[in-house]
């Protein structure tokens, strides 16, 4: 239902007085901060009828008003005013530029944190395990190390224990194979191709191929580090998220465990611009008490993850939006210069 202009405007005034004192508005608070001139009968009946469309409720303890997930989703939507932040002034702070990306990335989320004073998480970009080159080195009798050396110069090592004990001249001459073949290939791509040309070789160099791609996806997929987060301590001190046991153990399982966050960083990469989860309204979010503010982040143009803060849902959004949208842009830049 398309509220009308009174309604919006009440609206808006007791989310924001909500927002800054965490206290259920009351009538004649609204009148005095709304600016409009109604009648306190006039101001009772619009939220009466804002009460009946789930916008807000009534506590039973008080005569005030407090807005619903719903009351939040349009405010966020359709009446918020987000403020003006200055980006250089961030940009001082931020740091980001680093020699490794993932030192870019926990700066990040350390900046978010601290910009908004509740947690800041970033998901990684997503790796292909894409190789420049492999080396074996011959550590003993059937033993091999394999270094592979990623195409930003990451270095990942396995130990290989063989059924062969290979000469370091074979060594050289399957490193020296899979390099002018396949280099700059990902590791999954490498091995099926391997499937059907390496022929050629003999059995015992082509399993040592096989043994090693797979071994190398396997160190690659294990190195990542798919999510930084920064600033959980901060959340327990917002009493919204702290007040009660199963609040707080909610709220730690979930940074634990992180398949829902994932999920809902993930998604939210699919999605231009920022984009905010509320809780009470998206599954995603575990705690009726909990929002997400989150911003996918590009590299050479290519969007390559997300970042976010994770905060109650009684924020200051007109603050915490801009902080997740320069910081997106921030690390863009970064990442897309380094």
Known sequence: MQLDTRAQTLLKALVERYIADGQPVGSRALSKIS???????TIRNIMADLEDLGYVASPHTSAGRVPTPRGYRIFVDTLLTVQPFDEQSVESRMRLQAPQPQKMISNAAQMLSSLSQFAGVVLSPRR?????????????EKRILLVIVGPTGDV?????????????????????YINQ???????????RRLAGEVRQLRDDMS????????????????????????????????SDLSSNMSSLRQ?????EQKTGL?????MSSKASGVQIYIGGESSLVPMDEMSVVTAPYTANGKIVGTLGVIGPTRMAYERVIPIVDITAKLLSNALSHS
Not at 128 to 140: C, K, M, N
Not at 251 to 255: I, Q, R
Request: net charge negative; no cysteine.
């Open 181 to 191: 073949n396949y280099g700059g290939l990902s590791l999954d791509e490498v091995h």
């Open 207 to 238: 399993r040592l191929m096989q043994v090693a791609v797979e071994a190398g996806s396997e160190a690659m997929a294990d190195d990542k580090d798919d999510m930084v987060i920064s600033g959980e301590r901060n959340l327990l001190s917002v």
């Open 156 to 176: 990942q090592n396995r130990m290989l224990l063989t059924d062969v004990d290979y000469s370091p001249s074979q060594l050289v001459q399957s490193a020296n």
């Open 35 to 41: 600016g409009l001139d109604l009648s306190p009968a």
């Open 262 to 266: 994932l999920q809902l960083l993930d």
């Open 251 to 255: 709220m730690f399982d979930m940074f």
């Open 128 to 140: 292909e395990s894409v190789f420049q080159q492999i080396e074996f080195l011959r550590l003993g």
